[in-house]
């Protein structure tokens, strides 16, 4: 091979190494293009899944309500609810929860769950039917208190019932005086 | 190879690799545009608590339906136009962009919106609008915001600002909008690395090469900033090697991390700025690292033939003509198992083999940011070619679609099941309700109140006589009231005996004993009187209770019928929805998986084609070496 021909060989199979840079270059903008003829169809298909979609979340909703109404209508209908305020001294596990002495509900929190109360979420822990009268509602938390020691606290509430729907919110909060958590119960009318 | 042809080709090249790389860099992409809508301080119903708890935890669609239901019952009093801005965002999230803006506009139109609540909107709105390609229309949203946006919000806007500038042809404004931008913030890097390469694109590189080596050299701690670096690092490099600046294109793309998304394609650069730089020999230490790597790769694909052409340069055609005969056996390979992948995608199942391969855990919004991440696409026949394309936005927006369907369509099996139930309890409280009238209605009847009202009233007439009257031995014993009786009695005995001393001495002893018995009657009358008051008092609340109850019973049969009815239609007509809808989701499922199935087949055909002419090439070479080194032997 003479020193023209070494030239040339390079040179030519720059050109070829070259034309191939540019197709692996390329293949996102092929992927682009292959998108962008499909993009009609797309738009349309895009449209109706959005239509259905709409669809159904009105659907839902409507089911929603449906079941509500069904199986637990305003007039005995009862809702416990659990915010958390701050919760720096208390970092929550589970919850249990006693109605007239019968426990309704028994809840694990997840992290995520809990980050959510953090940010400002307040989550409906149990949800059932209660005749008119006095009832006796117990919850009783547990976690990590201060000092990551385990804590248990539990707190009570006696409430009148009347005919019509209930909302009972049981709320973590932050005793900064006394560096502790505070567990109280709030009656919504 | 003309001069000027090779710097054309470097031109297009370095032009598809910045569309690879900035295309990639926009992080807002709008996947997860109600994510950072801020709680309200206090939240003053329990409901709109409820929603958020659910949205914090990224389950959009519960939070949706909630929402709904709860602006619906009127739930959300206080909250009226927090809980609308959230439904948009809510809408955005979930991929229904048409209703989102429907929302925004209408939160807009209303009256006495605060200016903290309109802000957003018309953020989102912009956001919708640049995504929709109408970047005129976001800058026009963007304009009516009036103040700074509540945390992360805020950098969001200033990059959407930028990008929106930048699609405008604004440059000028949209460098001007950095300046100074120093929050600390990813934001303000992701508008530098988008400007930087917008600027090489339109020709004004020395500023976008400044703006792409300060991206590139910044100071990274976490994943998302590391691969930003890398990808200014990569465009940098590719932006340099079209100057023709080899030294400065090897130096950045040095800087690109080795087990990173662009590990590839920056060693693939690297090896081209280093035959630039007339050192072939050390273009192929990246190059023989990867060609070492899987050859699903495309940048691979292309050591394939980078590496015999480095071998060339270096004269060494032996083993140029081994590298290019194994670059055509290993293409023939290649295209052999895209022409499997085709047929396992044609086969079906293709989007749910996409859906499986994800890790656990992953599938929300955040399936963009996973695919980001990713290096390849998953193994598997039907993804293993497709990594560029699994990661356009526009694929992965079908790829949500057709999952949001596939778990809509689940939700709505659940909710079929639930509906036979409801339709089974509604049957059974018609049944229970017309076997409880009769009942009912023997109940009301035996309840005499009116009788007791009677009584209660002929009580409390007694009472006020007694008073009147002072009738002390109204309010007597038994024991005292049969003394009195008897004595009345004695009396009149005495009464009737003729007249005497024996008749004198009884009648003083008998009014004697029933001066006695009036005195101890007196004594006790105020306190007899008080209880016979308390008395009337608790019958007064117990006739209250009897009436209350017999009202409420009265009340709850009354109704019930008519709910029982209502609740049958409304299980049968939500009954009837789901069947209509349920052959809708299902075919609206299988075009997306259509649609983009096809997309795949025509990316998998265009790297079919790619890997066919680089073997073409490689053929070639390897003919022109053959024949060089023949025409070199007969001399």
Known sequence: MNQRQIRRLPNRGRQLLLAGALLVAGAVAFGTRAVATESTDARTAD???????????????????????????????VAVFLSLNVGTFFALDSVQLKLDGKEVANYLYTQREVEALHRGGIQKLYLGNLKAGEHELVAVFTGKGPHERDYRRGTTLQFDKAVGAKYVELRITDRDAALQPEFAVRQWE | MTPSLVHRCRSLLVGAMLACAGGMAVADDGTQPAADVPPPTRIRDLDYGDVLFHFFQDDYFAALVRLEVAQEAGRVPDHVAEAEL???????????????????????????????????????LARIAFQRGDAADAWQSLGRIRGALPGKLEPERRLLAANVLMSLGRFQEAAASLDGW??????????????GVALVRSGEAARGVQLLTAVGTMDARNEERMALRDRANLALGFALLQDRQAEPAAAALRRVRLDGPFTNRALLGLGWAETDASRPQQALVPWLELRERPVVDAAVQEAYLAVPYAYTRLAANGQAAEQYRNAVSAYVAESRRIDESIAAIRSGGFLDSVLDAMPEGVGGPEVASWFWQLSRAPDAAHTRYLYPLL????????????????????????????????????????????????RKAALLDAADLGGYEQRRAELDARVAQIVATRDVAALATPEEAVRWSALHALEARIEALPAGDQRTALAERAQLLRGTLLWQLDAEYKLRLSRVRTGLGQVDEELAEARSRLTMVEQAGGDAPRETESFAARVEELDRRIARLEPRIEAAAAAQERLLADIAVRELEAQKARLASYATQAQFALAALYDGAATGAAR
């Open chain 1, 47 to 77: 449209q109706d899944v959005q239509a259905l979609k709409k669809e159904l979340v009105d659907l839902n909703r409507d089911l929603f309500r449906l079941e509500e109404e069904i199986l637990y209508p305003a007039s005995t209908q």
């Open chain 2, 86 to 124: 959230l439904s948009g965002g809510l809408y955005l999230s979930l991929g229904m962009q048409a209703e989102a803006k429907r929302r925004f506009e209408a939160l807009l139109a209303a009256r006495q919106v605060p200016p903290s609540v309109s802000d957003r909107a018309y953020f989102y």
């Open chain 2, 391 to 438: 990661a356009t936005h526009s694929f992965q927006e079908g790829l949500k679609d057709y999952r949001d369907l596939r778990i809509m369509q689940a939700n709505l099996e659940t909710w079929s099941g639930s509906l036979e139930a409801f339709a089974a309890m509604v049957e059974a409280r018609e049944a229970a309700g017309q076997a409880l009238g009769p």
């Open chain 2, 182 to 195: 120093q929050d600390g913030s990813v934001w303000a890097d992701y508008a530098r690395f988008n400007l």
